[in-house]
């Protein structure tokens, strides 16, 4: 990119780091004013630049809870801990699929996680007689 003189010209570049932790980078800034003989002007400029990524502050115990073999028209109930690791109070809302709207119930839906505390979201599902013919994604076809 060219430069003019007394200028300004933004420099733009993506941070889009896989793992957390701090980043850091050495960007080389070459400039010369194409001069030939006497007249010309090099001179090579290194910044740094630097950057972190840090964990978001709301996650949970476990990735998968399992709720292993369940049995139409019995209930199964979980609790699910949500964790805040920041320490101001941080607002959670649950969604549930749309499509099994009567068979899993999520309590609370909406709710406040104190500063580097944890909520219990409680969990229950009663699947129908007709759950698996509605919901496909849910079967497991090594099982018949």
Request: proline share 4%; aromatic share 10%; with cysteine.
């Amino acid at each position: 990119a060219e430069f003019k003189e007394h200028g300004m010209t933004k420099i733009s570049f993506t941070f889009k780091p896989g793992i957390v932790g701090a980043f850091a980078t050495s960007m080389k800034l070459a400039i010369s004013n194409g001069a030939a003989g006497d007249a010309l002007y090099s001179e090579e400029k290194r910044i740094l630049v630097r950057g972190s990524c840090v964990d978001v502050p709301i996650y949970v115990e476990k990735e998968t809870y399992d709720l292993k073999t369940c049995v139409f028209g019995h209930i199964f109930r979980e609790t699910i801990i949500v964790h805040n690791r920041r320490s101001v109070p941080m607002k959670i809302e649950v969604e549930k699929p749309k499509q099994i709207e009567g068979e899993l119930q999520i309590n609370p839906v909406l709710a406040y996680i104190q500063g580097n505390k944890e909520q219990a979201i409680q969990v229950r599902f009663c699947p129908t007689v007709d759950f698996l013919d509605k919901n496909q994604q849910y079967r497991d076809v090594s099982r018949r």
